[in-house]
């Protein structure tokens, strides 16, 4: 059964840059049916899509905050990591690490790891 | 940008039906995803391209769409359903978003 074991700080100050791991348990993170990703979830508002990632490192961001994502995959270690630079309060939510696949009509997340609460404040 | 909307909240008896919306501009031609949020655990996938369950999920839970709404069933409610559930679309025209969620409506098991 596969796990997503998400890690990183719970606080973390305005401006800086937060670092998120997701490590990927039980099956092959280089699996050619699917991408790895993160969705995070502001308080009061809804989940919203990141960034994903193929084993090949091919990544594809929210247009929005792509200037301020990097995801990297780590095969070595069945790692994804996301950073988000400059962040502010509005950064604020849990984040969810994502098995992400598709079907001949939909692209979606079919599994999702339990999430860690990140705090933007100083 | 491409939006969804559902409504915030819906109650239930244990034991009835409910029927959950995800309105969007003819989101009856995407595939639509629903997804199930509660406390402390992590989100399940519990349909796919509108109508398909993902192993696991119970035969309580079904999904259909026309023309600009998209609707979850959960027949036979449970305690367990309690939860707040999200539909989702892959949006393939534009330059916003590509995976659009609605906001979510808040399902209490009375």
């Known amino acids: 059964q596969l796990h997503l074991q998400e890690s990183g700080p719970g606080l973390v100050k305005p401006s800086e840059t937060l670092s998120l791991s997701c490590t990927v348990s039980d099956v092959s993170i280089n699996d050619v049916n699917f991408y790895w990703g993160w969705i995070r979830h502001p308080p009061g508002k809804t989940l919203e899509w990141l960034a994903s990632i193929y084993y090949t490192a091919t990544a594809y961001y929210k247009p929005s905050l792509q200037s301020r994502l990097l995801i990297s995959v780590d095969l070595s270690r069945s790692q994804v990591t996301l950073n988000l630079t400059s962040v502010t309060a509005a950064d604020t939510g849990h984040y969810y690490c994502?098995?992400?696949?598709?079907?001949?009509?939909?692209?979606?997340?079919?599994?999702w790891g339990r999430g860690i609460l990140v705090t933007v404040s100083s | 940008s491409y939006v969804l909307t559902q409504e915030p909240s819906l109650s239930v008896d244990p034991g009835q039906t409910v029927r959950i919306t995800c309105g969007g501009k003819n989101v009856g031609s995407k595939g639509v995803q629903w997804y199930q949020l509660r406390p402390g655990q992590a989100p399940v996938l519990v349909l796919y391209d509108s109508s398909e369950r993902p192993s696991g999920i119970p035969e309580r839970y079904s999904g259909a769409t026309s023309g600009d709404t998209a609707t979850l069933t959960i027949t036979r409610v449970e305690v367990g359903d309690e939860g707040d559930y999200y539909c989702q679309v892959w949006v393939t025209d534009g330059d916003g978003d590509p995976y659009v969620f609605g906001h979510g409506t808040k399902v209490t098991v009375l």
């Open positions: 994502v098995r992400h696949t598709a079907t001949d009509s939909s692209f979606f997340f079919d599994f």
